[in-house]
């Protein structure tokens, strides 16, 4: 099992920047074992893939919505995965969960623990 805990989520305007922070835990759960997603889901609408790091941080993946503006990172002696958010549009107010999962996918199911999510609002 593993608990994965979301932090860095709050009020911003359009054009700033926000970090979001995701710590892994568990005590048979290795974090450099697990590929780690960021997902988001505004009100209304599906959970939709934004950025996704490999298990040693070589290759990242990102949605063309935040291709440019946003930036995972990933720090395996920490157990901790970030998202830095950029030029931030009112678009990308949503929940953001972070996911860990065995490989590549930009798909919810494919991934096996979440965290509970942290709100980031961007007004206009």
């Known amino acids: 099992q593993a608990q994965l805990v979301e932090s860095g989520g709050g009020l911003v305007q359009a054009g700033g920047s926000l970090r979001l922070s995701c710590a892994a835990s568990?005590?048979?759960?290795?974090?450099?074992?697990?590929?780690m997603g960021w997902f988001r889901q505004a009100p209304g609408k599906e959970r939709e893939f934004a950025a996704y790091?490999?298990?040693?941080?070589?290759?990242?993946y990102y949605a063309d919505s935040v291709k440019g503006r946003f930036t995972i990172s990933r720090d395996n002696a920490k157990n901790t995965v970030d998202l830095q958010m950029n030029s931030l549009k009112s678009e990308d107010t949503a929940v953001y969960y972070c996911?860990?999962?065995?490989?590549?996918?930009?798909?919810?199911?494919?991934?096996?623990?979440w965290g509970q999510g942290t709100q980031v609002t961007v007004s206009s």
């Open positions: 790091i490999s298990r040693a941080g070589y290759s990242t």
């Open positions: 568990g005590r048979t759960f290795t974090f450099s074992r697990y590929g």
């Open positions: 996911a860990a999962g065995p490989t590549y996918s930009d798909t919810a199911r494919a991934y096996t623990y």
